[in-house]
């Protein structure tokens, strides 16, 4: 056969040969190394790391096994890969400051929350923890289906049957092929208590859940600063982002001095590197207010910060430390995990839970029936017992006599095959009286386990009640225990500050450069020849703005939302700047399209979207202290905010691509602090408004530099109302 194949060609396209196996490397990825399992929170190489160590027998009461051991079982029995990937995971699963809840105890160096790396695996030793026995708790029972290891020799489980929130409790991050996941860690002992809400009252909304998980908790502690509507919509959606800041406090010297602590840093800030991005920004003399910094950590972090001037305020000092550093930090939220095993999607904290939830259920429903066919098991070789307790005399003469004693015995006392064996296999001092007695107690327990187990299996409701009992006992545990008491504050969105006076910006003419691909830096001076700046290669000028170093610029984004940007805050130099998503928290689908300088609070602007729509707004309500900027527009589906500009005259002139021009009064615009917009002239279907002028009526209309000034009689043609479907543009007009 393998003669007939030798040379064999077959032509496959190379599209589809190379879409087929991309896709298979890509679900390969997907499920078996990036996404988490939505019923026990692992990947396979931590599923894997906690099942050999079951299999090593290092229970937490146990003594501690090198770490190259665990790994050698893992990659020689389970997980085909390297070593140093997989030692990676076990390391990450024992340091308290990356999981919330450890799963392995280790022992030696296990690296720092300075970015230092641990020890060797032949150095460093290991076993699981309380919370990783709790998670490995009844895979013994049938509680979960196990699979043949990768090369068919042995077995491991699918999923791990423990008590344990794991997923939401540890939280998970990771990239595949076209999706990611990135889940922060949480309290577990509010965690169980919202699944007994849960359980009790299934139609309950996201807002219920979060009073009692007002959101993460982070191993490293922090302040959370986000308004709860913001919360409630990234849980509902499971896709949004958390700001994290240090913890401080002011610690008062001699004579008036003062000094900042800093106890507590942002998830995954690594303090060494955090410290180097400190002292980087005040040789950049982007910290004017800061002297100096020390480290004076041990075990706890203390982060001791001098200011430049006893006069300046620690609220200002610090303002300007969370906005140019990593003292503050965000945290993304995209619950993209896999269901039912297999199937990858972005669920809520609701659906987690539930999720959860069902498999609780299910390992309950499983251990149940292996528990029950146990006793029925066990029941059934006590009544054979029974039975040849009342005839041991003809027992004995037929075991003695008999060629063949089983099928005498299965004939003589009506025994089952498996009675039979166990009486043969009887030891003969059993056979006293008072084992008698101690087999029919054992037979009488055993008849009322069995009612109590078919009586849960024969009813959900007992069942439910079962694992809310379940769940109280463990937010019991989990409460009273040294990880139990919430890290993280949960904070309000903190007021803005103004730091403009203490950091006395001088007042010059600058000219601020936005490229194409989204790169904003500020330029000395203003009449620059803003075609020759350099760019990076692909990237253009997009917009340029001549402003001084004390305004503020408006950058609205297609989506209808506003950003805030002062100019001082901009980089300046001859690089080529910073993106302007590290300024404003721009979406990825969403771009710029237009910059400009905001005016004073009652100056008024006017925007218009792509579907025919516009409105007035206010400065005041463009202005947006938060990165997260402001929605001004709200767009309809398909439709984005295509035009920003002073709301300047007296009138508007739309025209259309059909050719159709419409002169109406400015002021049939409303001005709105955040809407829709109103129609501004009627489009058929797919008809789109090409071009908008502002201009006084009075004063006539420059349609183009070099034509002449259309007077108001001359416009009076095409002058309606707001919403009409306007008339046919005239050929001035039309001309290019």
């Known amino acids: 056969m393998t003669g007939d194949l030798a040379g064999h060609i077959e032509d496959t396209r190379l599209a589809e040969a190379l879409s087929e196996r991309y896709l298979a490397y890509a679900m390969s990825t997907i499920t078996s190394r990036s996404l988490p399992d939505v019923r026990d929170g692992l990947k396979p190489v931590h599923r894997r790391l906690l099942y050999a160590m079951q299999q090593l027998k290092l229970d937490p009461s146990s003594g501690f096994k090198k770490c190259a051991r665990v790994v050698g079982d893992v990659i020689g029995k389970f997980h085909p890969h390297g070593d140093a990937s997989v030692y990676d995971a076990l390391v990450r699963l024992a340091q308290d400051f990356a999981v919330r809840y450890p799963l392995v105890e280790g022992q030696g160096n296990f690296g720092s929350i300075d970015g230092d790396g641990a020890a060797a695996m032949r150095y460093t030793e290991s076993r699981m923890t309380e919370t990783a026995r709790i998670m490995l708790e009844g895979i013994s029972d049938d509680a979960v289906d196990f699979r043949p290891t990768y090369d068919n020799e042995d077995q491991e489980p699918v999923v791990l049957p423990g008590l344990f929130p794991n997923l939401l409790a540890n939280g998970a991050a990771g990239i595949a092929v076209g999706m990611a996941t990135s889940i922060p860690p949480h309290n577990a002992a509010e965690l169980y208590q919202a699944a007994r809400l849960l359980i009790e009252k299934p139609d309950c909304s996201t807002e219920e859940l979060l009073d009692v998980v ?165 029941l059934e070789i006590l009544d054979g017992f029974l039975k040849v307790y009342l005839n041991l005399d003809e027992v004995i003469r037929i075991i003695r006599e008999e060629d063949e004693p089983k099928p005498a015995l299965m004939k003589a006392f009506s025994l089952s095959e498996l009675q039979a064996d166990h009486v043969l296999n009887m030891r003969l001092r059993s056979l006293r009286r008072l084992e008698e007695m101690e087999i029919r107690k054992e037979w009488d327990g055993l008849g009322k386990e069995q009612a109590s187990l078919e009586a849960l299996l024969g009813s959900e409701k007992r069942r439910w009640s079962r694992i809310g009992k379940d769940l109280q006992k463990m937010q019991a545990l989990f409460e009273g225990g040294p990880y139990g008491q919430r890290r993280t504050v949960m904070g309000e969105a903190p007021v803005s500050i103004d730091t403009s006076a203490a950091l006395a910006v001088e007042r010059e003419p600058v000219t601020v450069l936005l490229s194409q691909e989204g790169w904003v830096r500020a330029v000395k001076g203003h009449g620059h020849d803003v075609e020759n700046h350099r760019f990076k290669e692909g990237d253009g000028l997009a917009w340029h703005v001549e402003c001084q170093s004390t305004d503020r610029l408006c950058l609205m984004a297609a989506g209808g939302r506003a950003f805030t940007l002062k100019v001082a805050d901009l980089p300046r130099g001859r690089g080529f700047g910073q993106p302007v998503r590290t300024l404003a928290d721009l979406a990825q689908d969403d771009q710029a399209v237009a910059l400009f300088v905001l005016g004073e609070d009652d100056a008024r602007y006017f925007l218009a979207s792509t579907d025919g729509r516009g409105m007035q707004v206010a400065a005041s309500n463009l202005a947006a202290e938060k990165r997260t900027g402001r929605q001004v527009f709200n767009v309809r589906d398909g439709a984005q905010v295509w035009l920003a500009l002073p709301a300047e005259g007296t009138h508007v002139l739309c025209l259309t691509t059909a050719r159709r021009a419409l002169i109406f009064p400015l002021e049939q615009v409303a001005e709105v602090a955040k809407g829709g917009g109103v129609s501004l002239q009627k489009l058929a279907d797919g008809v789109a408004i090409s071009h908008i002028r502002l201009f006084s009526l009075e004063e006539g209309l420059v349609w183009q530099e070099g034509q002449k000034v259309r007077s108001p009689a001359d416009l009076a043609p095409l002058v309606g109302r707001r919403g009409a479907v306007g008339r046919a543009a005239p050929q001035w007009m039309l001309r290019r």
């Open 214 to 378: 007002p959101g993460p908790d982070f191993p490293t502690g922090g302040l959370l600063v986000e308004d709860r509507q913001t919360l409630v919509q990234a849980y509902e959606t499971g896709r949004g982002s958390f700001r994290i800041r240090a913890r401080w406090a002011v610690e008062k010297g001699r004579g008036g001095a003062w000094t900042i602590i800093v106890s507590e840093i942002p998830y995954q800030v690594q303090k060494g590197k955090l410290i180097e991005d400190i002292a980087r920004k005040m040789e950049e003399k982007k910290l004017p207010l800061l002297a100096d910094v020390r480290d004076e950590s041990t075990t706890d972090i203390r982060l001791v910060l001098e200011p430049r001037t006893r006069s300046c305020e620690p609220d200002v000092l610090m303002e300007t430390l969370f906005r140019h550093t990593m003292l503050e930090s965000r945290f993304s939220l995209n619950m993209n995990v896999l269901s039912q095993g297999k199937i990858p999607g972005v669920l809520s904290l609701k659906d987690v839970l539930k999720a959860w939830l069902e498999h609780v259920h299910d390992v309950l429903v499983r251990r149940t029936q292996h528990r029950l066919d146990a006793v029925l098991k066990r």
